[in-house]
């Protein structure tokens, strides 16, 4: 992303004056309420403005100027999935003259669905709501325009207010299931991770130091975006800001791994190579992954690499470059991770068409970046050690950026694709992929409780992909006023002039305590979920707004991850566990609503809620409150042992282990029952949740147990 130099200090024009947090009463989706919501664009062709003569409820309506034939009021979105969705409802009001025949259509992809008439009335507001199954909407995935119009006579002028999308209610039972013997992936610890940036002057303090320990932060990025395809140590911030020097040293005294951003846009490979020399030799650091450039395709990176044949944001340029920067950096330190720039689909940041390639697979011609650099480089015998993947989601709302998140898959699949397409499947193997930016994008979301929901579900679905890296947008970025704030948003975070904030990093400044926002808090959420070395378990949910992951501990627990995106609803969910018999009660840790509040009040604490609830068996029910992440962890239920019936070999003893499977349980022995001082014999692990375990007979009296330990 695009970060000038202290644009964290940057005041932006006149900014749209806070009111509380909106208070929901349902999750439908506004489209227009005096203003366009939820990123709804207005494409219209029709002479139109909004107007509070006639107002509607103290909003603004929109006057829509039918004396001409064939007008219409466009609206577009990206595509919307309305399986949530009930109807589309809009108010119409004809003026003095009434009776005009308004037109309703909807489109799904390319395709405009049935056309519904509607007659507006005479100086009054009426509501129209219509079955979007009627419009030909019902229950599809790609819902992308309405159009207001009105056919091939004038009539007066009307005007149009409060359309929304209402929202089928929730089931009255939502049904959560995890399969604990179902493998999916094992974790891997750089998924918990944030970027730095060389402007944030705080970076290399006690205050840093407590927020990355306390959420068990694994990974850290340097030196911020945009600011790696200009920046050198020659040219490090001077009097401002932090240095490499601050960053290595924070890195190493939280125990982090370390992604470095080498200058491609306006550096040399040369001193790429000597960053690494730099890093390992004068600072003694080792950072293991390093990233050749940030978001090279896009114009807004620094590329000067025009001097013929290169060319500026071009893969063929990137290709050859980065051959250079992988061989010269490789040769100070052969064990380094040196990843490319990538682009998730075969066409996508086609800047330039020279260099078109064909995928051997397909036979099919491309221009994409991510085609076109993989094939030069294969051609130069060289390949990247991981594949670089931002994604940000769009604009569009709360409940869609909250639905966005399993776009991860989509690119984990297309990444993939095109490396065992255009490298061969035997190169393709050793390159992983990783994610060293993503976000929330939009408006008040980066430090609303939304935020944080977003993040907690972006952990759950990146765990389902073979991505190994994710790092959040950003620790620090300061923040800045909203300079026309959608008001069908949560959030409630305003500067001293009442203007709503927004901010891309997870804390803003240095105050004591530190000032920190749910993005923060759902960090420290996810060391009671996961960890790395622990592995992913299959989770599976029925209802779109409340979302569930698993995953087995490396000492045997069990955790859920539970994610309630509806804004106002508490869920019922009826959970049942499969291959894990948990024991009687469960420990669960929380945040959502209640914290927010009492970090906007000052009532109570913002921090993560901790209790315990009572579990009875494999299959109980939960209550899981609106905007809410929710770790539950469940220790396994108690093993015992069992001696078979059939006669043991002479001299031994036989016995069964029986719990649960992959839990791994301590055999104790001891010679009296009235001992604490029990001797451990063996760990087990039982594959299928009972073992055979065989030991020599003792002549005198011999006790065993199996226990587990956390």
């Known amino acids: 992303m695009i970060f000038p130099p202290r644009s964290w200090f940057a005041l932006a024009g006149a900014a749209l004056f806070a009111l509380a947090t909106p208070l929901l009463a349902n999750d439908d989706m506004l489209v227009y309420t005096g203003m366009l919501n939820n990123g709804w664009q207005d494409w219209g062709w029709v002479t139109h403005y909004a107007t509070n003569n006639p107002g509607f409820g103290g909003t603004n309506s929109m006057f829509f100027d039918a004396g001409n034939t064939w007008q219409a009021w466009s609206l577009e979105h990206d595509p919307i999935n309305t399986t949530l969705y009930a109807n589309l409802s809009l108010w119409l009001n004809g003026g003095p003259g009434g009776g005009q025949s308004v037109g309703i259509l909807a489109e799904a992809g390319s395709t405009w669905g049935n056309e519904t008439w509607v007659t507006a009335p005479t100086n009054t507001w009426q509501q129209f709501t219509i079955p979007l199954a009627q419009l030909g909407v019902g229950n599809v995935t790609n819902f992308e325009g309405i159009e207001i119009w009105t056919g091939g006579t004038p009539q007066p002028n009307f005007y149009i207010a409060d359309i929304t999308l209402t929202a089928n209610p929730p089931p009255a039972l939502v049904h959560l299931s995890v399969n604990a013997t179902n493998t999916v992936r094992t974790v891997d610890n750089r998924v918990f991770a944030v970027n730095t940036a060389a402007w944030d ?40 800001g932090s240095r490499t020097t601050n960053f290595l040293h924070l890195a190493t005294n939280t125990g982090a791994q370390m992604f470095f951003i080498v200058n491609y846009g306006s550096g040399t490979p040369r001193q790429a190579a000597d960053w690494v020399r730099f890093c390992e030799i004068t600072n003694h650091s080792y950072v293991k992954y390093w990233e050749v450039g940030n978001e090279c395709g896009g114009g807004w990176e620094e590329d000067i690499n025009t001097n013929p044949p290169y060319q500026a944001h071009d893969p063929w340029t990137y290709a050859q470059r980065f051959t250079s920067y992988y061989n010269q950096m490789k040769a100070v330190d052969p064990t380094l991770k040196i990843g490319a720039v990538a682009d998730v689909t075969e066409d996508g940041t086609a800047n330039y068409t020279n260099h078109p390639v064909v995928n051997p697979v397909t036979g099919v011609t491309h221009n994409g970046w991510t085609p076109v ?77 939304v935020g944080g929901m977003f993040y ?38 305003t500067n001293s002039s009442g203007a709503f904030l927004t901010d891309e990093g997870i804390a803003n400044g240095i105050a004591t305590p530190p000032n920190l926002y749910p993005s923060f808090y759902c960090m420290k959420l996810m060391q009671y979920f996961a960890r790395g070395g622990d592995t992913v378990v299959a989770a599976t949910h029925d209802y779109p707004l409340l979302s569930a992951y698993a995953v087995r501990r490396t000492n045997g627990c069990l955790t859920m991850l539970v994610v309630n995106k509806s804004s106002y609803a508490s869920l019922d969910a009826a959970i049942n566990l499969a291959g894990y018999v948990p024991s009687s009660s469960a420990a669960v840790y929380s945040y959502g609503i209640p914290q927010d509040n009492a970090d906007r009040t000052g009532v109570g604490s913002p921090d993560l809620a901790q209790t315990n609830i009572a579990v009875a068996g494999t299959n109980f029910n939960q209550t899981f409150a609106p905007y809410s992440a929710t770790v539950l962890v469940f220790n396994p239920a108690a093993p015992s042992l069992a001696v078979p019936a059939a006669k043991p070999p002479s001299g031994k003893f036989v016995f069964q282990l029986q719990g649960s499977e992959g839990v791994p349980y301590l055999i104790q022995t001891s010679t009296n029952l009235a001992s604490t001082n029990w001797t451990v014999l063996s760990t087990n692990t039982p594959s299928g949740g009972a073992l055979n375990l065989t030991n020599t007979a003792s002549s005198g009296p011999q006790f065993y147990r199996a226990i587990w330990r956390p």
């Open 373 to 449: 650099m993989l094939t030069y480089l294969r051609s130069n015998n060289v390949t990247p050690d991981f594949l670089i993947s931002h994604d940000y989601a769009p604009g569009d709302g709360d409940a869609y950026g909250l639905l966005w998140t399993p776009t991860w898959a989509i690119n984990a699949s297309g990444l993939r694709m095109m490396l065992n397409d255009y490298l061969g499947t035997n190169l393709a193997a050793g390159v992983e992929l990783n994610g060293t930016e993503f976000g929330p994008e939009a408006d008040k979301q980066w430090i609303s409780l």
């Open 201 to 240: 002057g705080y970076l290399d303090t006690t205050n840093t130091l407590f927020i990355l320990t306390n959420m068990n932060n694994q990974a850290l990025r340097w030196p911020g975006g945009s600011w790696g395809d200009t920046y050198f140590m020659t040219n490090e911030p001077q009097g401002w």
């Open 456 to 493: 907690a579900d972006m952990i759950g679905q990146i765990l389902q992909t073979e991505f190994n890296t994710l790092l959040w947008w950003d620790l620090r970025n300061g923040q800045t006023p909203i300079t026309n704030s959608d008001n069908a948003l949560y959030g409630w975070r």
